[in-house]
């Protein structure tokens, strides 16, 4: 069975960073792309950007550019979400996801609430 | 315009069709996908290139649209139906992925 199990919550401050994880199983790792996208609370969700397992290739929303890195260590199968500068508007719920049908986002990780606050 | 503009409410009576739309230039050239998330649950693919349902997914749900609108339409909708409604699109702005404003829906 296809699964993205994401890592744990995360309380940060201002001006710190922080990297998530998402491990894929279930299927071929390096065959699908997997996207970020966060969702603040009461929001609806903000896609952030995406990973070619395979070659590394990335790209990531331009509102984020400056602060975000996302990247993979693919003998573990999993992806990583860098996101650096934190602010009070950061604090969401992050997701990964896989892109398994055309430009669709087809299975889900749980989430990881990310929290930052002084 | 580089947004995909929804409903923010909608209710339904239990059995009943509801149909939600989502509004953006982009629809004209891409595809809508639309997602189904409860509350603190990750989004479900429910459609995806505009009318095609993945697997498992319940008949009842199905996708349309022309020009630049997309729609979910719930034929017979069921008390779990009761959900945020997402769209989503490539972006005609630069970025591939865009996600509506949100329709809830409320099954009366």
């Known amino acids: 069975q296809v699964h993205l199990v994401q890592s744990g919550a995360e309380l940060k401050k201002p001006g710190a960073s922080v990297k998530l994880s998402c491990k894929a199983s279930?299927?071929?790792?390096?065959?699908?792309?997997i996207h970020w996208v966060r969702q603040a609370p009461g929001q609806g969700p903000e896609w952030m950007g995406w990973?070619?397992?395979?070659?590394?290739?990335?790209h990531h929303a331009q509102k984020f550019q400056d602060r975000v890195a996302i990247t993979r260590d693919t003998p573990i199968n999993t992806t990583y979400l860098d996101l650096a500068s934190l602010k009070s508007d950061d604090t969401a719920v992050y997701f990964c996801?896989?892109?398994?049908?055309?430009?669709?986002?087809?299975?889900w990780g749980q989430g990881t609430v990310v929290t930052v606050s002084s | 315009s580089s947004e995909l503009t929804q409903d923010p409410d909608v209710s339904v009576a239990l059995g009943q069709t509801v149909r939600i739309t989502c509004q953006g230039d982009?629809?004209?050239?891409?595809?809508a996908n639309w997602y189904q998330q409860r509350p603190g649950q990750a989004p479900v693919l429910l459609i995806y290139?505009?009318?095609n349902r993945p697997s498992g997914i319940p008949d009842r749900f199905s996708g349309s649209g022309s020009r630049n609108t997309a729609s979910l339409t719930i034929t017979g909708a069921q008390a779990e139906d009761e959900a945020d409604y997402y769209c989503?699109?490539?972006?005609?702005?630069?970025?591939?992925?865009?996600f509506g404003t949100g329709t809830k829906v409320t099954v009366l």
């Open positions: 290139g505009r009318t």
């Open positions: 982009g629809l004209r050239y891409y595809y």
């Open positions: 996801a896989r892109v398994g049908l055309p430009d669709a986002l087809d299975v």
């Open positions: 989503s699109s490539r972006d005609s702005s630069g970025n591939p992925y865009l």
């Open positions: 279930g299927y071929s790792f390096i065959d699908y792309h």
């Open positions: 990973i070619n397992p395979n070659t590394g290739d990335t």
